[in-house]
């Protein structure tokens, strides 16, 4: 049965630049992120080019990076075109003195000082996922890493920044989520309507999945607190609907501003971690070093926020798996004003994305960029990277309000949870890369746990 094409507008549709990208990610099935690297260094670190009736223009280098994200960083608006019916009219989908007036309520929540209150409920959480691996070890049967790494990231966000236990299932939300944004799907019913195919819509499992998700800030607000505190990002959103000095912060924009915490706060979290496992189970001196040092650090006691800086190890092995594979492999933003980088000519409306895998893997900036090295984080090493060439979370006034704090809950789950289990990779071979809006492992990555004695 036919249902409303609205859910499928934006991702797969001829005019969105998600869309539009796909056919120049094609020719490597194993990482189509590679197709991009040969374009960029056989015509240059920025190439524009024509689809259609749109000019996208793909940058790869950081100082390019910087004049885009923080030089010329008003001359740029954010491109998120196809991702409203996840986002609605939050900070994340908004730009200019309307962003502004959203993210600074909010702002304070993120602030690393925050983070020491934030710590014992991310832990709470991990100790949940740790019972449920404990269940799965003694089954022996195979997982979904991403599942398992984004329902835990979903409990760390609905505990630590709402004060609520989860009340949805997050089975079921990851999978909603990622039906709506594999781009891959749109593509296949815009195809299958153009033929006049007749078939049962398959964009009709899209819109169900829309609708399961739209249901799932308001549960979040309307759940019972866990213990009624007071410095929450929740209760700082809900002081802001009630200020009449915002008055752009409405009760929809609370619902919103939940959409992008539990959506995108989960996302690249989750990415993170199952890659990081994935790397890890194929290093067993990467584990036991993860092993040793957490237990130097806090040893049998609950690690606080005084031993995330003791974590240093355990924190490289998080952000060599952020260059390796940025969750966000390519940040887009739309030129408002005619302008030039390295030489090429940007009109207005031209869509310039930002390369952030380019940079990541490039020989340039980077020694052997294509192997996994905790170290080049370590002892100083961080230092010696050109600035711009690593930009996870984006850069300038409008980078990520939660890279760092994503940071923590990474850094703290892997020590935890590698100290207890030992996950093993069960894929039939190493995992390929799906490039959509953000850089996941094509078919999953399939997990055994194993729990240590």
């Avoid at 049965?1 to 120049?24: C, Q, Y």
């Avoid at 308001?218 to 809900?238: F, G, H, Q, W, Y």
Wanted: charged share 25%; aromatic share 10%.
């Amino acid at each position: 049965m036919e249902t409303t094409a609205s859910h499928t507008l934006g991702l797969g549709e001829e005019s969105s630049i998600w869309f539009k990208l796909t056919p120049l990610l094609r020719g490597d099935p194993d990482n189509p992120m590679r197709i991009l690297m040969h374009m960029m260094e056989r015509y240059g670190p920025v190439l524009p080019v024509n689809m259609a009736n749109q000019r996208v223009v793909l940058v790869s280098e950081p100082e390019y990076f910087k004049h885009v994200l923080v030089t010329k960083v008003d001359n740029y608006v954010k491109y998120f075109d196809g991702l409203r019916p996840i986002f609605g009219k939050s900070m994340i989908t908004n730009d200019g003195a309307l962003w502004q007036k959203i993210r600074m309520p909010q702002q304070p929540a993120f602030h690393p000082d925050m983070f020491a209150e934030y710590i014992p409920y991310f832990l709470k959480a991990i100790e949940a996922k740790m019972a449920i691996w404990s269940d799965l070890a003694k089954s022996g049967e195979t997982v979904e890493m991403v599942e398992q790494t984004w329902t835990l990231a979903a409990d760390m966000i609905c505990k630590a920044l709402f004060d609520r236990d989860m009340p949805f299932n997050p089975h079921v939300v990851f999978k909603c989520v990622k039906t709506y944004t594999d781009v891959m799907n749109h593509r296949e019913i815009r195809l299958r309507k153009q033929a006049g195919e007749i078939f049962e819509m398959t964009d009709e499992d899209t819109a169900k999945a829309m609708k399961v998700w739209a249901s799932v800030p308001p549960a979040v607000i309307s759940a019972d607190p866990r213990e009624e505190r007071e410095r929450t990002l929740l209760k700082m959103i809900e002081a802001a609907v009630d200020d009449p000095a915002v008055p752009e912060f409405d009760r929809q924009q609370a619902v919103d501003e939940l959409k992008q915490y539990l959506w995108a706060g989960t996302e690249t979290t989750a990415l993170t971690l199952a890659w990081a496992l994935y790397e890890t189970s194929r290093r067993p001196e990467a584990v036991e070093r993860i092993r040793q040092e957490g237990e130097a650090v806090y040893g049998n006691r609950a690690p606080t926020a005084a031993d995330y800086s003791g974590l240093a190890y355990t924190r490289a092995v998080i952000q060599e798996t952020m260059r390796i594979y940025p969750p966000i492999w390519g940040i887009i933003r739309v030129a408002t004003e005619a302008d030039e980088i390295g030489g090429v000519k940007i009109n207005p409306g031209d869509r310039v994305t930002l390369f952030a895998y380019g940079a990541h893997h490039n020989p340039k900036f980077w020694e052997k960029p294509e192997e996994f090295v905790p170290e080049r984080w370590m002892a100083g090493n961080a230092k010696k990277h050109v600035k711009y060439s690593y930009i996870p979370f984006g850069a300038g006034k409008r980078a990520c309000i939660g890279g760092a704090m994503s940071q923590v809950e990474n850094t703290l789950a892997l020590s935890i949870l590698l100290r207890r289990f030992r996950p093993e990779y069960a894929g039939d071979g190493p995992p390929r890369l799906n490039a959509t809006v953000t850089l996941t492992p094509k078919g999953g990555l399939k997990f055994r746990i194993r729990e240590l004695s």
